[in-house]
């Protein structure tokens, strides 16, 4: 499907733990949905030693390699990039599932008007867990509900989280106290507010399926995302560039990459409904 776009082609990274059967049950998703109908190539990432890890992709008709155990999320991304020659990245760990009720025709279109995002310059990076089928172990409401009051509940949040019910002077102490935290929470505000866009419109611009936020206050998370691999290089190199340490957990890589520079380059990251779970 990505070459249908302005000849772009689109590949799926699959970053996997050494979870067999997670994989497993992810990749029938995939086929029942028919996301390989959207992308051009595939492979699956996973740590030494997983062999069975690399016994389920090859069933399956995938090509995988291996990274290195103490090279951790940030190893599995370069392996991908190395892996895949496509425009277009498609990040998914091994637990992300298609939502169950967007298949075919549907889900191709959601697909398409990210990638779209990408191509047209709009976006430097989409998200694509479905965005307003509320998880909470995201806490991507509550989160923003501490240090800001919820103006009005979003209207396709299908299963809203519990939100702080502090008084409105407490979260203003908050926001004074933790004036950064504060900041960095604005970006979930989409996922919570009917209307975003207009209680901040310095940072959110409305879409016509979604929104484009920037990096100053929507921090990178490791969840499905579609990127260009060049782009993906670039945050990799600046990373290098800053001579972070890194451990083996992908939560590392979530700390080191949101940091002063993340924030000050201004990304735009798109929030659309979304495909995975």
């Known amino acids: 499907m990505g070459k249908i776009i302005q000849e772009k082609n689109v590949g799926l990274a699959l970053l996997c733990d050494n979870a067999p059967y997670t994989l497993a049950m992810s990749l029938s998703s995939y086929e029942r949905s028919g996301l390989y109908n959207c992308v051009d190539a595939s492979c699956v990432v996973y740590p030494d ?16 390699v291996s990274s290195a155990l103490d090279a951790g999320f940030i190893g599995e991304l370069y392996k991908a990039i190395a892996s895949l020659d496509t425009d277009y990245i498609l990040l998914v760990e091994d637990d992300c599932l298609v939502w169950e009720h967007l298949k075919g025709e549907e889900l191709e279109r959601e697909f398409r008007l990210a990638l779209e995002l990408l191509v047209s310059g709009q976006a430097d990076m989409v998200r694509l867990r479905h965005a307003w089928r509320g998880n909470k172990r995201k806490k991507s409401a509550y ?18 989280e519990a939100l702080s019910d502090a ?8 926001r004074k106290l933790h004036p950064c935290r504060a900041k960095r929470s604005i970006g979930r505000s989409v996922y919570v507010e009917e209307n975003p866009h207009e209680i901040f419109p310095e940072y959110i611009r409305k879409i016509e399926e979604g929104y484009i936020i920037d990096s100053a206050v929507f921090q990178w998370t490791n969840q499905p995302t ?6 993906l290089r670039k945050i990799l190199l600046s990373l290098r560039a800053t001579n972070k340490s890194i451990g083996p957990l992908s939560e590392d890589f979530e700390y080191a990459v949101n940091n002063v520079k993340w924030r000050s380059a201004h990304m735009n990251i798109g929030v659309v409904r979304g495909i995975f779970t």
């Open 167 to 174: 008084p409105d002077w407490i979260k203003t102490i908050r």
């Open 49 to 64: 030693g997983a062999d069975k890890v690399a016994q389920v992709a090859a069933e399956r008709g995938l090509p995988s």
């Open 226 to 231: 579609l990127i260009a691999r060049d782009t």
């Open 143 to 160: 989160t923003y509900s501490y240090y800001h009051s919820v103006q009005q509940l979003s209207s396709r949040w299908v299963h809203p």
